[in-house]
């Protein structure tokens, strides 16, 4: 059919007459909550463009851009110009993308112009480029006024770019309604997030689904650091500090609830990008700056992406997923205030809460009642070999900070082999089936008792070991007539109990004190993936670091903090000190002996708390050897065990950790003392330890003439004042809140920490650690 060349003519009813003449009419945007009474159309494509006259039909995209119906038939319409262009970008599209080829998606992510705020000291007006433009990075950073690039910007003689007013349509990005109208998900081009995201849909998590893919160069690859991962990868569980990119975390809802209801897109872009940014290289802030020249995507949307990224970037650091460790803060995150902290305790949470306040431009003060750094954390140094006496294994290294910051540092941590092999008290190899079916059933009853436990209350709350015997003795009892002699040989069940002492050394207590409700409720939250590692140089190479430069009062006890004014005052054995802040890391034995008094008092439910949690106990005994006599038997393996030969020996010495110090030539062995071994050893010296303990050795290495060692140690954490515990347990009775009560602050003056104030990570000097930084964190959003 013929078209008429005539013109089309308005309908009156679409006319916005409001300072308009019926010769020049308007028509507003239809969208329900749209504020644009003349929107203006921004792809000026068609030759039949309407501009901000009238059209039959406007297309919104947000409150500031629109495209018109002329426009929109210019590249939807098979007999148009625009439409081979459109039909090309719809193919690739949805070869790549996992939403629909749309006009508008086409339009946000190929036709809409590029915005850029100028650089200029004392400007930082946006401006619109020229479509024709592309955005790089390098043109970000070095962008002012006046460039001939800028759309509709006439360069004058003697006229200063900056002094032209800003486009009006800048404000709509200020809206209350902006989040509500905006249809525009920003599309980033060239993103560093690109190669760790190839696995997912390029839209789904704010990138363009037509950009050609992305490798890393080989400087970028040299600065990642294997212990960053910030993607989830495959289907494996959630880990701590690991994100879905194209999922807002629980955290990431709360703190933002608008922009997940309305654009969640928008912040999944901008996340993931700033955690690339990090996994490229940790050794440097992810600042703002760094962000802004790696936002590149087409629209008013770039505008409200650098107006949310602080936002963004603040509550990623907050929680721990970016600016982790050693890493120095921008002079612009910097406190400036003449407000002071004290620190009580120089362990892994006091150490590292003066750090964070230290690099933050904080007055901190540590008092350590030792004569050392470190708190449960000391390394001793023996014929050239580094020896921990306290914890020396990295549980998970995917995104732990003691992890990073080891890299940060320079610090080399190995792989610990999780493999053990099994010895029985006839010095006889366990035989690997029997190993693995004794843990498959020692792991099934554990996840008995969690079925039964769901829905249960703390009055029925009874110790592990008696649900663990109940459910393992019906277990055999309603299998006996399935086998002729027995399901399990005494062989098997000495090995459960090799498992089961395995998991008192985890908790620091015996069974028989632990809960059977809440033991492990820390596991309902992420925890860190990876490998085991060990640090060599020991935790306290990690702990020195964080230390440098730091005001630490050594043999400084505290006896009492008053808080009762508007500073805090600590008094010490060697004088008092005052402060705005006290942050309080003594350990949980320590809290409950009241070696140190509060004025006022402690609130009554932090008390309580403070009680219900169970002090645990671990002694170590350490044996330093001139030969290794061992790596015959236990080939390809870096731990052994030996089967207990009955209850009563679970506990002692159950497990040796093996390690050798090249440069000396030294062997070393460690093991540990826990539950029912503990009260076995109690009362006897340290020389009748370490001959119990090699009575073992000689009972697994019946063959060996096995030497006495050159060296050895047995600790005593239980009777150290300062200490007092290994690390804390949830006992019978007690629930996980405790640890969320004791890491209440008090006014606001008096800040908790420690792993026993550390909920998903008790136990763990990387809990404690994280507690300090937490605290740290509170009082830096304070200061500032």
């Not at 306040?357 to 350590?368: A, D, F, I, K, Y």
């Amino acid at each position: 059919m013929k078209r008429s060349s005539r013109p089309v003519k308005p309908n009156s009813k679409y006319f916005n007459k409001c300072g308009t003449s019926p010769e020049d009419p308007k028509r507003k945007c239809e969208r329900s909550g749209c504020t644009a009474t003349v929107p203006i159309c921004f792809a000026r494509v068609s030759d039949r463009c309407t501009g901000s006259g009238w059209t039959s039909r406007w297309y919104h995209l947000t409150l500031g851009e629109h495209y018109c119906n002329e426009c929109f038939e210019y590249y939807y319409r098979s007999h148009k110009d625009g439409y081979k262009e459109y039909d090309q970008w719809k193919r690739e599209w949805s070869a790549k993308a996992r939403t629909e080829a749309g006009i508008s998606p086409f339009m946000v992510e190929q036709i809409l112009p590029y915005w850029v705020q100028c650089k200029a000291v004392g400007c930082g007006k946006w401006r619109q480029l020229s479509r024709d433009l592309n955005l790089t990075p390098e043109f970000i950073d070095t962008f002012v006024c006046g460039r001939p690039s800028v759309q509709g910007q006439i360069k004058k003689e003697k006229q200063d770019g900056c002094s032209i007013p800003e486009d009006e349509r800048v404000h709509y990005v200020r809206s209350p309604l902006w989040l509500v109208q905006n249809k525009c998900t920003p599309f980033l081009k060239k993103s560093p997030a690109a190669p760790f995201l190839t696995s997912y849909y390029a839209d789904g998590v704010g990138l363009s689904p037509t950009e050609d893919p992305v490798e890393l160069s080989k400087e970028d690859k040299k600065k990642l650091c294997p212990y960053v991962v910030p993607f989830l990868k495959g289907d494996y569980p959630l880990h701590a500090f690991t994100v879905m990119p194209d999922m807002m975390l629980d955290m990431e809802i709360d703190s933002f609830p608008l922009i997940a209801q309305e654009c969640p897109y928008l912040y999944l872009a901008m996340r993931n990008l700033i955690l690339a940014l990090w996994a490229l290289n940790p050794k440097e802030w992810v600042t703002q700056e760094k962000c802004m020249r790696h936002i590149i995507c087409r629209g008013l949307p770039r505008v409200s992406c650098i107006d949310i990224l602080p936002q963004i970037l603040s509550a990623l650091t907050y929680h721990n997923f970016i600016n982790q460790g050693l890493v120095t803060p921008p002079a612009s995150l910097r406190c400036h205030t003449q407000e002071s902290v004290i620190v009580v305790g120089a362990g892994a949470s006091g150490v590292g809460a003066a750090h964070l306040l230290h690099s933050h431009g904080v007055q901190v003060t540590v008092l350590e009642a030792k004569s050392m750094l470190g708190g449960r954390v000391n390394d001793i140094e023996i014929n050239g070999a580094v020896i921990s006496t306290s914890g020396q294994l990295l549980n998970g290294c995917a995104n732990n900070p003691i992890a990073i910051i080891a890299f940060q540092a320079g610090i080399d941590i190995e792989e610990q082999k999780n493999t053990c092999q099994l010895v029985n008290q006839h010095g006889q190899l366990v035989d690997d089936k029997i190993d693995r079916r004794m843990e498959f059933h020692y792991n099934a009853i554990l996840d008995i008792v969690s079925e039964w436990r769901k829905n249960k209350t703390i009055q029925q709350d009874v110790p592990l070991i008696q649900k663990v015997k109940e459910f393992h003795e019906e277990f055999v009892t309603e299998t006996q007539g399935y086998f002729s002699q027995g399901l399990f040989s005494q062989e098997e069940e000495q090995v459960m109990d090799f498992y089961l002492s395995n998991l008192e050394y985890s908790c620091g207590c015996s069974l028989s004190q632990l809960s059977s409700l809440h033991w492990d409720q820390n596991e309902e939250m992420p925890q860190f993936g990876g490998s085991t590692m060990t640090i060599p140089q020991g935790y306290g190479s990690i702990l020195s670091k964080l230390a440098e430069g730091l005001d630490v009062r050594y043999s400084c006890q505290v006896t009492d903090i008053n808080y009762n004014g508007s500073s805090v005052i600590v008094n010490t054995t060697t004088g008092s000190f005052t402060a705005d802040k006290v942050i309080v890391t003594l350990p949980l034995s320590v809290l409950k002996s009241h070696s140190v008094t509060f004025h006022p008092h402690l609130p009554q439910a932090k008390l309580k708390a403070i009680n219900s949690l169970g002090v645990g106990h671990v002694e170590k005994v350490i044996l330093q050897f001139d030969e290794n006599f061992w790596s015959e038997k236990i080939t390809g393996q870096r731990l052994f065990g030996q089967v207990p030969a009955s209850e009563s020996q679970r506990g002692l010495f159950n497990t040796f950790y093996p390690s050798s110090c090249t440069k000396s030539g030294k062997h070393t062995l460690s093991t540990y003392i826990v539950g029912h071994g503990l009260k076995q050893m109690a009362g006897q010296s340290e020389e009748q330890i370490v001959q119990a303990c090699m009575q073992v050795l000689k009972t697994i290495f019946p063959e060996k003439n096995i030497p006495a060692p050159v060296w050895s140690h047995v600790t005593n954490w239980s009777k150290d004042k300062y200490v007092g515990i290994a690390y804390s347990y949830i006992p019978v009775g007690a629930e996980g809140v405790n640890y969320d009560l004791i890491a209440d602050n008090i006014e606001e003056k008096v800040y908790f920490a420690g792993e026993a104030t550390n909920r998903q990570f008790p136990q763990t000097v990387t809990g404690a650690y994280l507690s300090g930084v937490r605290e740290a964190r509170k009082i830096i959003d304070l200061f500032s």
